[in-house]
């Protein structure tokens, strides 16, 4: 039953993935707010458009950040508390 909950070593690649996704959770919000607040001459799409998605990019990176820290980071404290 203990084997279960024993810490085993991040691999390389686990932890550029744990990285690159805390990364995106960053990268598409600051890209919706460019659309939000971006000028008409700068992304030529119609107002209501760049106001949807850029919503959705912002919500979608809230999302993200949540799945990132509910996979990388809450287990990680569920298994130290268990020791």
């Known amino acids: 039953m203990r084997e279960q909950f024993e810490k085993t070593p991040e691999t390389t690649a686990q932890k ?3 990285y690159f996704s805390l990364l ?3 990268a598409y919000p ?3 707010l460019y ?4 000028s008409p001459e700068q992304i030529a799409l119609d107002p209501k458009a760049k106001i949807g998605v850029g919503v959705m990019l912002m919500l979608y990176g809230i999302y993200r950040f949540y ?3 509910q996979r ?5 404290r ?3 508390q268990n020791d």
Not at 72 to 76: E, I, L, M
């Open 78 to 80: 569920t298994t130290e």
């Open 35 to 38: 659309l939000l607040l971006s």
């Open 67 to 69: 799945r990132t820290y």
């Open 16 to 18: 550029v993935l744990k």
């Open 30 to 32: 600051i890209l919706g």
């Open 24 to 26: 995106m959770t960053l």
């Open 72 to 76: 990388y980071f809450k287990a990680n």
